[in-house]
């Protein structure tokens, strides 16, 4: 069985930063790509960005220049920094992996969810 638990998420001031993480637990042979998605009050949920397993990292046009996704292979994490937050960042942010749970099987594991609301 694989969780995916995610945190950092809190209330900021707009201009600041956060940082949140993103842990990979269980049965893990490998981990692919890993997301980040967030989802704002009535809207769909959208795709913040993604990260390969080399480390190559791909953004959402709103977040580019303000978002680096980064990942610690050894530690099965992720991380999303964020700076020069803005009130429309405001969202539920969840963190989504595509894991080898074995060399032939694939799955995609979401995590609950964690706030970040921003104000001006």
């Known amino acids: 069985q694989v969780h995916v638990v995610e945190s950092g998420g809190g209330l900021v001031q707009s201009v600041w930063s956060l940082r949140l993480s993103c842990a990979v637990a269980g049965y893990i042979y490998k981990i692919n790509e890993m997301y980040w998605y967030r989802q704002a009050p009535g809207k769909q949920r959208e795709l913040v960005g993604s990260i390969t397993s080399d480390g190559s990292g791909n953004y959402v046009d709103s977040v580019k220049g303000r978002f680096t996704i980064s990942r610690d292979n050894a530690k099965n994490t992720m991380a999303l920094q964020m700076n020069k937050l803005k009130p429309e960042d405001t969202a539920v942010y969840y963190c989504?992996?595509?894991?080898?749970?074995?060399?032939?099987?694939?799955?995609?594991?979401w995590g609950q969810g964690t706030q970040v609301t921003v104000y001006s």
């Open positions: 989504n992996a595509d894991v080898h749970v074995s060399r032939n099987s694939e799955y995609n594991y």
